[in-house]
């Protein structure tokens, strides 16, 4: 039983590697924004729209602030152990090695099932950009079998999908649905990651220069056509104008979409040796990042939600070209330009993740938990060649029959657990001496500040929504109450937490990380943790029958 909680240490100035580090802090920066300013801002920020309307500009300020804590915590510990292996790693020094399986089982769901979503979302660009170019493919071609057919069941207004279960060919008795762009831009990625970082890199660079370049033309060209009407809907409950017309819990609805958005700056610490002077680099790359890419989405929710009526969001896989369509702005060399630049930025996406995902494999394998092979460098391109290519199959085989929806939900749990692992295990490190030049997170004493600052935000959340407390135990609501059944947990948690700080004097910084991100878990529905369940289950099945054999740390 010691064994499954054994703590592996990891030496701060042991920054030996079989990578190459040619990273500064820039190339952090900007492989963060192409991590968090693609799939979030040009794909599943349409849907959160619809969910939450204009009021969704507060998930996404939540959600900043969630990640803003969670990524000091990050980054002290990127200063302490400078390994690749992000949050699997950092388990494994303050959890224990069966911790540490449960994260890296987390990430592989992650950054594999993210970068499966982020290629659907790719595809859809690409076809609606090829179309606006006067050439169409065959929409059996461009979409999943399982949305196909769901559309079809549940007569779905989509005219492509329910076209593409009515023109399918048929191979015996099953119709062929494939993605196929899904698939190729799947296969080029892997091949680019395979070739090795720096050339990864380069590409990222250019292709973020000219993302960022056109996000600002969006911003600027949408607000000559803002109807600040539009921010203030009729809401469905009480028929009065609403920021919120769907109601808080139609806010956090959209947790999913919102919280999808922000999942890749993790990835960069990943990236540890790969990085120069990680201890200094990484932590400050990864605070920039993040920092601009919450502004930017800020100013596009204001923009979306104040061009168009929230309700016409419902489907639309491609929001920021969407406003600029005949029925809404009517700006044809915008909606062409979007098109073709979220193409590029949803790119720069696949590529972080499909970076991300072989170096936590090569991290756990180095650790005995997966197979040796895993470990594999490439002698010319200093990449873990292996674990790419096996990154390219895990990711391309479920393209072929899962589906949009599915992926994002299953995605973004699993990170936000991850997250909250993260800013907990700050909280077991010890103290450590200041080196000048290295990241120090700061200690502000949450014995007394956190109880305030919890319990004084209950009391603020009261008076904004009575209505809400009043019903909290109403579980049986068929709209809220799974949510205020989430709510109360969190508040039974946050207590206890409230609690144990004042008895141990804990750092504020990682305690309102760790709160943060447990209040983004409340948004999560019952099908959610169901499958979050069903994939630890199968993790730790995995673990026992391989990983505790033939653990390192256990054999050493």
């Not at 659907?120 to 057919?149: N, V």
């Not at 120069?276 to 596009?300: E, H």
């Not at 939600?305 to 969407?322: A, C, E, Q």
């Not at 750092?507 to 099908?527: A, F, K, N, V």
């Amino acid at each position: 039983m010691n064994q499954l909680f054994r703590r592996k240490h990891y030496s701060e100035t042991d920054t030996s590697t079989s990578l190459a580090r040619v990273l500064g802090v820039w190339d952090i920066v900007f492989f963060g924004i192409a991590a968090i300013i693609g799939a979030g801002s040009f794909s599943s920020l349409g849907e959160a729209v619809f969910r939450g309307g204009p009021g969704v500009i507060l998930l996404y300020l939540i959600c900043g602030f969630a990640c803003g804590f969670t990524a000091l915590c990050y980054a002290e510990f990127a200063s302490r152990i400078p390994k690749a292996g992000s949050a699997y790693t950092y388990a494994y020094a303050s959890f224990g090695e069966l911790m540490a399986w449960v994260i890296g089982w987390a990430l592989i769901m992650e950054y594999s099932f993210g970068n499966i979503y982020v290629a659907f979302s790719w595809s859809d660009y690409f076809t609606s950009f090829l179309e606006r170019l006067g050439m169409h493919i065959p929409d059996y071609l461009t979409c999943s079998y399982s949305e196909a057919k769901k559309a079809f069941l549940n007569g779905s207004e989509n005219k492509e999908l329910i076209n593409a279960w009515k023109t399918a060919p048929l191979l015996g008795s099953l119709k062929f649905i494939v993605d196929i762009p899904a698939l190729v831009i799947n296969g080029l990625i892997t091949w680019l990651c395979y070739r090795g970082v720096k050339e990864s890199k380069n590409f990222n660079n250019s292709l973020v220069i000219l993302k960022l370049a056109v996000i600002v033309l969006v911003v600027l060209v949408g607000a000559a056509y803002l109807n600040t009407e539009n921010w203030t809907p009729i809401s469905i409950e009480t028929g009065k104008p609403s920021f919120m017309p769907n109601g808080f819990a139609g806010v956090m609805s959209a947790v999913s979409g919102v919280f999808f958005a922000y999942i890749g700056f993790d990835a960069l610490s990943v990236l540890s040796e790969e990085t120069k002077n990680p201890q200094k680099t990484l932590p400050k790359g990864m605070i920039i990042s993040l920092v601009l890419c919450t502004v930017i989405y800020i100013c596009l929710t204001l923009v979306l939600t104040g061009m168009v009526d929230y309700r016409k969001f419902d489907g639309v896989g491609d929001p920021l070209s969407f406003i600029f369509e005949k029925s809404n702005a009517n700006v044809a060399w915008m909606e062409l330009t979007v098109s073709f630049v979220a193409i590029v930025a949803i790119t720069t996406v696949l590529l972080v993740f499909q970076m991300g995902q072989p170096r936590i494999w090569y991290a756990m394998s180095r650790d005995g938990l997966m197979p040796e092979k895993f470990q594999n460098v490439h002698p010319k391109y200093k990449t873990p060649a292996f674990a790419t290519v096996v990154t390219g199959i895990v990711v391309g085989i479920p393209i072929i029959f899962t589906d949009k929806s599915f992926i994002l939900d299953f995605t973004s749990i699993g990170t936000i657990f991850a997250f909250v692992l993260v800013c907990a295990g700050v909280l077991l490190l010890p103290p450590k001496e200041k080196i000048k030049g290295r990241f120090h997170l700061p200690y502000i004493n949450g014995k007394i500040l956190f109880p305030i600052i919890f319990i004084g935000g209950l009391i603020g959340f009261y008076i904004f929504q009575p209505e809400f407390f009043e019903n909290l135990m109403n579980w049986g609501d068929s709209k809220e109450g799974e949510f205020r059944a989430s709510i109360f947990f969190f508040i039974l948690i946050n207590l206890g937490l409230c609690i144990i700080a004042f008895l141990n004097n804990l750092s504020l910084i990682p305690l309102i990380g760790l709160s943060s991100c447990l209040y983004l878990l409340t948004g999560m529905s019952h099908d959610n943790w169901f499958y979050f369940g069903i994939w630890f289950a199968v993790g730790l099945v995995i673990y026992f029958c391989y990983g505790y054999r033939n653990s390192k740390l256990k054999n050493r």
